[in-house]
């Protein structure tokens, strides 16, 4: 790893284990059960891209085709120091590299119990590799939010009350 790819600030780059995209609003959208690390195929500018930290999946969904498992809706910005030549479609769908069974489990979930797969977060490993965290997820009701809410706020108001009477 060079040491501008260490530094975040010096060149802007993403090194290994840092969130590259995080999906916030899943957690407060469905009730998630199970997570598991997958592997992306990506092009060569969508990895560059990916380093410099542009990278959105608030809106993307996991799709099953012939057996095999998409990450649809993400959008990875062209990287535009390449050529034109070179550039890549935003928003293109990205197969998701994963072990047979772990298909089936996840598929078996959706059509057994009615759930759904969603990407998590994006980052980089330990050995530099793009890997998608993705999560089978139950979405909430609205009053499951409201509850959802009321206790992130309860415990935000909790934390100042505390951090206010050790500052007495």
């Not at 997958?38 to 012939?66: F, M, P």
């Not at 979405?139 to 100042?160: F, Q």
Request: overall charge positive.
């Amino acid at each position: 790893m060079t040491e501008k790819q260490k530094k975040k600030k010096g060149g802007g780059l993403i090194s290994t284990n840092q969130n590259v995209a995080v999906n916030r609003r899943a957690r407060f959208e469905y009730f998630l059960k199970d997570t598991i690390e997958a592997g992306i195929q990506l092009t060569g500018t969508e990895v560059k891209s990916l380093r410099h930290g542009q990278c959105s999946i608030n809106e993307a969904y996991v799709a099953e085709d012939k057996g095999q498992l998409y990450l649809v809706g993400a959008t990875i910005p062209v990287y535009n120091p390449a050529g034109a030549h070179l550039q890549h479609q935003p928003t293109r769908r990205r197969k998701l590299l994963m072990h047979k069974r772990e298909i089936n489990k996840f598929m078996g979930a959706i059509m057994k119990a009615g759930m759904t797969v969603i990407p998590t977060r994006l980052y980089f490993n330990n050995v530099g590799l793009a890997k998608l965290e993705i999560a089978l997820g139950q979405g909430k009701k609205l009053h499951d939010k409201r509850d959802t809410s009321k206790e992130r706020d309860w415990n935000r108001d909790k934390a100042r009350l505390m951090r206010d009477k050790k500052g007495e």
